[in-house]
């Protein structure tokens, strides 16, 4: 069966999931020689601190949480400044993908639900921040164009 990945904003409940989430993908990126993410980051406050923002966003099958993305159309100035073909846009980082569900797109389903959660709220561009050496991560979005 095809379940459907879902995308919705994480809740205060979830934090210790979420933890949990984190640890997991920490353990197996280190597996495979990434090793940027640690345990202090992202810090338990830092996703403590995006959910109350609002701008931290679960990937669930039914009820299980297989990923998260931090969203954030919410940023400083100094952020926006620049000459660029888009104003409105939002930067994603974070995104995770349970080690356990790895390998089976859901990467891509992913952004696809970013894509269209975005476009509905008039978002025209999306904006990475990735680490240059996760090449993992910078397949999928290269890919993904």
Known sequence: MNKQLLLAKC????????????D??????????????DRTYPSSEDIRNRISKGSLHSFRLEDLLIGC?????????SYRSGKW???????????MIDPL??????ARKAL???????????IESIR???Y???HPARRLYEKSE
């Not at 809740?11 to 984190?22: C, M, R």
Request: hydrophobic share 40%; with cysteine.
């Open 11 to 22: 809740h205060p409940e979830e934090f210790q999931a979420l933890i949990q989430l984190k």
């Open 24 to 37: 997991r993908c920490i353990d197996a990126s280190g597996r495979i020689g990434f090793k940027f993410w």
């Open 69 to 77: 993305v931090n969203i954030d159309d919410k940023l400083p100035e």
């Open 85 to 95: 073909k888009f104003n409105s846009f939002a930067v994603i980082n974070m995104m």
């Open 101 to 106: 569900h790895q390998g089976k797109g859901y």
């Open 112 to 122: 696809k639900q970013i894509e269209r959660f975005l476009s509905s709220r008039g």
């Open 128 to 130: 990475l921040s990735v």
């Open 132 to 134: 240059i050496e996760n």
